[in-house]
Nanobody
Framework: QVQLVESGGGLVQAGDSLRISCAASGGSLSTYGMAWFRQAPGKEREFVVAISCCGGGTVYPDSVKGRFTIFRNDAKNAVTLTMNSLNPEDTAVYYC?????????????????WGQGTQVTVSA
């Protein structure tokens, strides 16, 4: 059973950058599709970015395209999310998710494993 642990969240100011990480144990992520989702208070959990295994591509929604970058390090069994030009609308709990089928999707129901989340707060 894969376990995911996020880290690196915190309080930053608008315009700042932040990198959050997701470390996995209990299995190799090299064949998993990986994604980040986020959930703001009172809102549904929404898709942030996904990356497929095995040299597959990435998917970003317009809301973060050009600002956020996902990177997977299969050798370290980890995934990072670098977030630039943060704004208060990016404030949320960010969740790492893994899908045992290697191709990633944008649907949270497609993911098999979830971390506990890390809080990112962006002040104006």
């Amino acid at each position: 059973q894969v376990q995911l642990v996020e880290s690196g969240g915190g309080l930053v100011q608008a315009g700042d950058s932040l990198r959050i990480s997701c470390a996995a144990s209990g299995g190799s992520l090299s064949t998993y599709g990986m994604a980040w989702f986020r959930q703001a208070p009172g809102k549904e959990r929404e898709f942030v970015v996904a990356i497929s295994c095995c040299g597959g591509g990435t998917v970003y929604p317009d809301s973060v395209k050009g600002r956020f970058t996902i990177f997977r390090n299969d050798a370290k069994n980890a995934v990072t999310l670098t977030m630039n030009s943060l704004n208060p609308e990016d404030t949320a709990v960010y969740y790492c998710a893994a899908r045992s089928t290697g191709w990633s999707t944008t649907k949270k129901s497609d993911y098999d494993y979830w971390g506990q989340g890390t809080q990112v707060t962006v002040s104006a």
